[in-house]
């Protein structure tokens, strides 16, 4: 029994310009013609055909169905092997893009709803990197402390927030006096603005250990989304960042026996 192109089209759930081109490009030419010249597909066509919309269900280019089809001994089940490890890493993509998704969300909560002027005015110029917060969610979902910081967050209120960003700006204050007066990055008092940085943490988000302390310091000094959430681009100065790094490795080797960074001091 034969059909016709439409009758095909229909019953396979593609356009006709589909099944044209598949002819065009040599994958699926027709058994045969009706009288008046119209393309006739027999039943060894249909089953070509299902191969083809199954292959191509798996995202294989028309190409590679080609070469599948033009070699009789071409090893069907290695290509589809290849497409199921494209496909699982395709998935866990997708997955990872979906946990970004939800850290997003995640991320954006202050605890509590703010209009863009009362954000402002909590907030200043301290902005929220969306990609380096989520990716920072990422990293350390599955910490503890990253948990609570998170809780504790979601949990401040707005007045919590104000004290907080107050607290934050007055340090910061302090640590750009220093840097702009020279002060040694394993001093007196870039030690204590590092340990005020570190007491900071703990009191509004989550506990701090001097480890932890010295990977976020390493993060300031690596990543620059990173340490604009204490330093405004607007307020940061070359080599900040590596001298509170410094100052923060320093003063957990003061407080735990241990000794100061080998960098070079500033």
């Known amino acids: 029994m034969s059909y016709s192109v439409g009758q095909v089209a229909a019953f396979a759930g593609v356009t006709v310009r589909t099944l044209h081109h598949y002819d065009k490009a040599g994958l699926l030419s027709p058994g045969d013609r009706s009288p008046a010249g119209y393309r006739l597909y027999g039943e060894a066509d ?9 292959y191509r269900e798996l995202g294989f280019s028309l190409d590679e169905i080609a070469e599948i089809f033009a070699d009789p001994q071409a090893n069907a089940l290695e290509h589809l ?43 200043g110029e301290i902005t929220f990197d969306l990609s380096y917060a989520t990716e920072a969610e990422l990293k350390w979902a599955h910490s503890a402390g990253r948990r609570e910081a998170m809780e504790r967050a979601d949990a401040h209120t707005k007045e919590d ?14 640590l750009l006096t220093a840097f702009d007066q020279g002060e040694r990055s394993d001093g007196e008092r870039a030690m204590d603005l590092a340990e005020e940085h570190r007491l900071h943490i703990s009191r509004w988000f989550t506990s701090c250990p001097f480890d932890m302390h010295r990977r976020i310091a390493d993060d300031f000094a690596a990543d620059p989304r990173a340490f604009a959430l204490v330093v405004p681009p607007s307020q940061q100065r070359p080599g900040l960042a590596a001298y509170l790094r410094r100052a923060v490795h320093a003063n957990a080797a003061r407080r735990t026996g241990g000794r100061t960074d080998p960098e070079e001091n500033r």
């Not at 249909?46 to 191969?51: E, F, K, N």
């Not at 997003?104 to 909560?109: D, L, N, T």
């Not at 509590?112 to 002027?117: A, E, G, K, S």
């Open 46 to 54: 249909l089953v070509r055909l299902q191969q083809i919309l199954f």
């Open 161 to 174: 927030w104000r004290r907080l960003m107050g607290e934050a700006a007055a340090w910061r204050a302090e």
């Open 81 to 123: 092997r290849a497409r199921q490890r494209k496909l699982e890493e395709e998935i866990a993509r997708l997955q990872r893009l979906a946990e970004v998704a939800q850290r997003a969300i995640e991320v954006q909560r202050t605890g509590v709803p703010l209009t863009p002027q009362e954000r402002f005015e909590v907030f």
